[in-house]
């Protein structure tokens, strides 16, 4: 992929993130940590559709605080764009009304897209890959 590609791939990922964010109710605004050099994307997938709090944090650092609703055909809750000064940063999704608090440290040389699913008996599915997700 080259340079202009990436760039309008950010550009347009950036702009999926605005758009969707405007549905999703009040959230937190992401405050980059000093010296981050560590961006990455979280995209909260399938399985939110119950209208529940979610909260993400990064390192501690609360990230996203919604109520994010899955769009069945594309799979998409919310995106929460990261930024972190390690490249393991540990990334937590917490449901209290439910709950469900999952805590993983991730390792960003793997992928930094990483996409959050609650299955039907409430555990946390993680993918995380290189690229973008389909619908990005």
């Not at 969707?20 to 000093?34: D, H, I, K, N, Y």
């Not at 990455?40 to 994010?68: A, C, K, M, N, W």
């Not at 599915?125 to 619908?135: D, L």
């Amino acid at each position: 992929m080259s340079f202009p590609q990436s760039i309008m791939g950010i550009l347009l990922a950036l702009a999926l993130m605005v758009g969707c964010s405007r549905e999703q109710g009040p959230q937190s605004a992401m405050v980059t940590p000093p010296g981050a050099t560590n961006g990455f994307g979280i995209h909260l997938q399938e399985g939110f559709s119950q209208g529940q709090e979610v909260i993400v944090t990064i390192d501690g650092r609360e990230v996203y605080r919604g109520t994010p609703k899955t769009k069945p055909l594309l799979g998409f809750a919310a995106a929460v764009p990261a930024a972190s000064t390690s490249s393991q940063p540990i990334v937590t999704l917490t449901i209290p009304t439910e709950g469900i608090r999952w805590s993983q440290e991730i390792d960003l040389r793997a992928g930094k897209a990483l996409g959050l699913s609650l299955t039907t008996n409430n555990q946390v599915r993680v993918r995380q890959q290189a690229a973008s997700f389909g619908y990005d």
